[in-house]
Nanobody, 122 residues
Framework: VQLQASGGGLVQAGESLRLSCAAS????????MAWYRQAPGRQRELVAS???????DYVDSVRGRFTISRDNAKNTMSLQMNSLKSEDTAVYYC?????????????????WGQGTLVTVSS
């Protein structure tokens, strides 16, 4: 199974970006998915998660600005990021878990994408 994250880039504060995570070798509809991010010098943190039943949850700092979604027909997951702030600057990773996972525990995920860099200038 391989996850490919894409869509990162350099934007100004207040602008938007859309990240995508494409899967090969697996049917994402069977997986619980998440976006994590890691800023320089900081631990990897959960940004948003979406269950196999499409129940979504967000960390408080992005709630109302970010939207996680999945397109089972295209076997992809996305993160729409609006009203970006400088503190959103990080490498963003997509992750997938089949069973027995805790959304906030990185080690409970089975597969990770390679990361895509989001830089927000103020």
């Amino acid at each position: 199974v391989q996850l490919q994250a894409s869509g990162g880039g350099l934007v100004q504060a207040g602008e938007s970006l859309r990240l995508s995570c494409a899967a090969s070798g697996a049917i994402l509809s069977f997986f619980n998915m998440a976006w994590y991010r890691q800023a320089p010098g900081r631990q990897r943190e959960l940004v948003a998660s979406i269950s196999s039943r499409s129940d979504a949850d967000y960390v408080d700092s992005v709630r109302g600005r970010f939207t996680i979604s999945r397109d089972n027909a295209k076997n992809t997951m996305s993160l729409q990021m609006n009203s970006l702030k400088s503190e959103d600057t990080a490498v963003y990773y997509c992750a997938a878990a089949r069973f027995n996972y805790s959304p906030v525990v990185p080690s409970s995920y089975d597969y990770w994408g390679q990361g895509t860099l989001v830089t927000v200038s103020s």
